[in-house]
């Protein structure tokens, strides 16, 4: 086949955009074609909602020693916060922990990180090693729902260990998606050319949109593992057994943020603090309160629970979070409550959930998902980030090894 077009970028999130920007730099023709009206993804700061930024996805600068979008801040010149995500309150419904509670909750933590850190787990379901009661129920949520975005049941252990500690994190006043959005203003990236088929039964790929069939030598695939299973891109032939059952155990999670917009005094909270409110391990909530002194306390539910929202729809979520921390905090925040949202990417086709993690027993699926297909097809995103899977340095990083991977395959 002759095609113009060396590589075809599907999805402008930061793998897409970070394969686009490498290729470039090694003199590869490259088209990016993205479905939404924007770029980003799930980086994606809104900044006409709360009139101050806010990161509707991804907002802390994970592991910021060795995440390339934490140099790119500083040289952005952007406000950077550090924040441990050290709970500074823990509450059970209506009643705040004791001092000794709250001890023991560190210590269930340190247990944690201890067991996964030796490796001395024997079984590969995260559920089985946390020690019940409501304070291992805190700890648990915590590690579970609120970071992997799965409930402790659905969390592979084997999984869990693979990802790197993620300290030091960083908030950012601008917004994390600004700073993805100035990163990659360079790219040329064709919006709203949603893929719905790519085809690699002949020479190279086709790619299958609403605007026409665009060809190129080879692939790069960075949609979510949400859109691949529910067939939002499909292929021509069907990918091999290997790479479709891998996206199958890679099934995404959900973190939804319930952001309450609270005017005039502050509850006692300094900004930054970290509360969590322990509703019967199941209906946890955490909130992250005041981020830079702004009238936003931002609520976040995840794993089964954030699903259950979901279908409940933004009333009733945002109704469970005010209603949470009014039991919790029992002032008249009802009265001084503003604007109100919640980040709904379990319902987003082009996401169909917030990051993938492996289903206990098949932590290679990754592994499983980083082989090529027919030595055109590759596969990349935050499922496939190594070290930092689930976060958006992780998908930029494996952005940018994809596109070394298929330029060695093109000389
Ligand atoms: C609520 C939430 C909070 C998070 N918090 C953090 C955090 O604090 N720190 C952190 O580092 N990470 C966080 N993350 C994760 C981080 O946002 C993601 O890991 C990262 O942005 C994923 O990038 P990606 O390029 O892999 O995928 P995406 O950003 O999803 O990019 C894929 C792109 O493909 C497009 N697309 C989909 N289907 C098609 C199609 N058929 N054709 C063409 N284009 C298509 C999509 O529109 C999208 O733009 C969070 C995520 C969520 C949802």
């Known amino acids: 086949m002759t095609s113009a077009t060396d590589v075809l ?3 402008a999130g930061a793998a897409g955009l970070g394969a686009a920007k490498a290729l470039a730099a090694q003199g590869k023709s490259v088209r ?7 770029i980003g993804g799930r980086a994606f700061t809104v900044t006409d909602k709360f009139g101050v930024p806010f990161d509707w996805g991804c907002a802390w600068l994970h592991a910021a020693d060795r995440n390339p979008f934490f140099d790119d801040g500083i040289a952005q010149g952007v406000t950077l916060q550090h924040h441990d995500l050290n709970l ?9 922990a004791t001092a000794i509670e709250m001890a023991k909750l560190f210590k269930a933590d340190f247990e944690l990180a201890r067991i996964l850190e030796h490796k001395t787990a024997k079984g590969d379901r995260l559920a089985e090693l946390i020690e019940i009661g409501a304070v291992g129920a805190a700890a648990a949520t915590y590690t579970g729902p609120m970071d992997f975005a799965q409930d402790t049941d659905e969390i592979s252990v084997a999984d869990l260990m693979a990802a790197a500690d993620l300290d030091p994190n960083f908030l950012v006043r ?7 959005a100035h990163w990659a203003k360079d790219v040329a990236v064709e919006l709203e050319t949603p893929v719905r088929r790519l085809r690699w039964d002949g020479p190279g790929v086709v790619a299958e949109t609403p605007r026409g069939e665009i060809k190129a030598k080879a692939a790069i695939v ?10 939002g891109l499909r292929f021509t032939p069907e990918l091999p057994l290997p790479q479709e059952e891998a996206i199958h155990n890679l099934p995404m999670g959900l973190l939804t943020k319930i952001p309450l917009e609270i005017k ?7 900004p930054f603090e970290d509360i969590l409110i322990e509703r019967h391990g199941h209906h946890d909530v955490y909130f992250l309160c005041f981020p830079f002194d702004c009238d936003l306390v931002v609520g976040f539910v995840g794993g089964d629970f954030a699903w259950e929202l979901s279908a409940a729809g933004e009333a009733a979520a945002v109704d469970f979070a005010l209603q949470s921390l009014t039991r919790s905090l029992g002032s008249d925040i009802e009265k001084r409550i503003g604007r109100t949202a919640m980040t709904d990417w379990g319902a987003n086709p082009c996401t169909r959930g917030a990051y ?6 098949f932590a290679g699926a990754r592994k499983a998902l980083m082989e090529p297909v027919g030595e ?18 992780g998908a930029r990083l494996s952005g940018e090894a994809a596109a070394l991977q298929v330029c060695r395959h093109l000389k």
């Open 9 to 11: 970028i599907v999805g």
């Open 32 to 38: 990016v074609l993205e479905a939404q009206n924007r």
């Open 88 to 96: 500074d309150r823990l509450y059970f419904g209506a009643r705040r």
């Open 174 to 180: 601008e917004g994390f998606g600004s700073i993805v």
């Open 222 to 231: 960075t949609v979510s593992m949400g859109v691949l299973a529910y067939g």
């Open 264 to 270: 005039g005094d502050r509850l006692g909270l300094k």
């Open 356 to 361: 993938a993690a492996a289903r206990p027993g």
């Open 376 to 393: 055109r097809i590759y596969f990349a995103g935050e499922a496939l980030g190594g070290s930092l899977i689930q976060t958006c340095a």
